[in-house]
């Protein structure tokens, strides 16, 4: 069982950056690939990075790629989105969600646990 809970989201202006942390509880962490969803009312949720078990494996959304960067750090159980040149149509409520069973998993459902997600909006 993991628990994750993500903060770091808030207003920022266009051109802003923001940085997302996830903390996740247990002891397994390394275990789990993590990846960030964002979702926009009225829209799907969409997927926007992944990071393997190992950190230097990652994959991004065509829409991110270069601007937002995932990153975690094992020993404090903590996965992050630095997130650079925001654009208004980045504003979504943001997931941080934990998989034990695939590494690049890019579509919710492969993906086990989930937090409550954390808000950004990013004003024009």
């Known amino acids: 069982q993991v628990e994750l809970v993500e903060s770091g989201g808030g207003l920022v202006q266009a051109g802003g950056s923001l940085r997302l942390s996830c903390a996740a509880s247990g002891r397994t962490f390394s275990s789990y690939a993590m990846g960030w969803f964002r979702q926009a009312p009225g829209k799907e949720r969409e997927f926007v990075a992944t990071?393997?078990?190992?950190?230097?494996?990652?994959y991004y959304a065509d829409s991110v790629k270069g601007r937002f960067a995932i990153s975690r750090d094992n020993a404090k159980n903590t996965v992050y989105l630095q997130m650079n040149s925001l654009k208004p149509e980045d504003t979504a409520l943001y997931y941080c969600?934990?998989?034990?069973?695939?590494?690049?998993?890019?579509?919710?459902?492969?993906?086990?646990?989930w937090g409550q997600g954390t808000q950004v909006t990013v004003s024009s």
């Open positions: 990071v393997y078990w190992s950190p230097d494996i990652t």
């Open positions: 969600a934990a998989t034990s069973r695939f590494g690049g998993a890019t579509t919710p459902n492969l993906y086990n646990y």
